[in-house]
């Protein structure tokens, strides 16, 4: 399984240069992803597939004017990913400085499902689970 860390930390490396053709070479084309982002939009329920993706950084771009996630820990629990680390985003009249968390499910080489916590202590109990 250190091939899905490979692949969790490459898109954690595309997100961040907002390369969407990158990011969307690493998902499948049903992933879900439950983001934070979706909430403060005002979506229900995840982003999926190709043009869930597309969404998600429509979202982001008309959302945060400054958005900076920082992985630090990346661990295999079970059958996923648990990263932990910090997010700082400015926008919508609001500052979020604060640990979060991720849970990545990747299958065939491709990310297949993710969650975003408020916390990392969320994420870590989501995990362990």
């Known amino acids: 399984m250190g091939n899905d860390i490979d692949i ?7 997100i961040a240069r ?6 969307a070479a690493l998902i499948s084309e049903e992933t879900e992803f ?13 982003y999926v597939g190709h043009a869930g993706l597309e969404q998600y950084f429509e979202d982001v771009e ?12 990346f ?5 996923a990913i648990l990263v932990t680390g910090r997010v700082w985003a400015r926008g919508s009249g609001r500052v979020i400085d604060s640990s979060t968390g991720w849970i990545f499910r990747v299958a065939g080489g491709k990310l297949t499902w993710a969650q975003v916590y408020e916390s990392a202590a969320e994420a870590v109990a989501a995990a362990r689970d």
Request: hydrophobic share 45%.
């Open 18 to 23: 907002r390369d969407i053709t990158r990011v």
């Open 34 to 46: 439950h983001a934070v982002t979706a909430d403060v939009a005002g979506r229900e329920g995840p």
């Open 8 to 14: 969790v930390r490459a898109l954690f490396d595309a």
């Open 75 to 79: 661990e295999e629990v079970g059958d």
């Open 62 to 73: 008309a959302i945060w004017d400054e958005i900076k996630l920082t992985p630090v820990d």
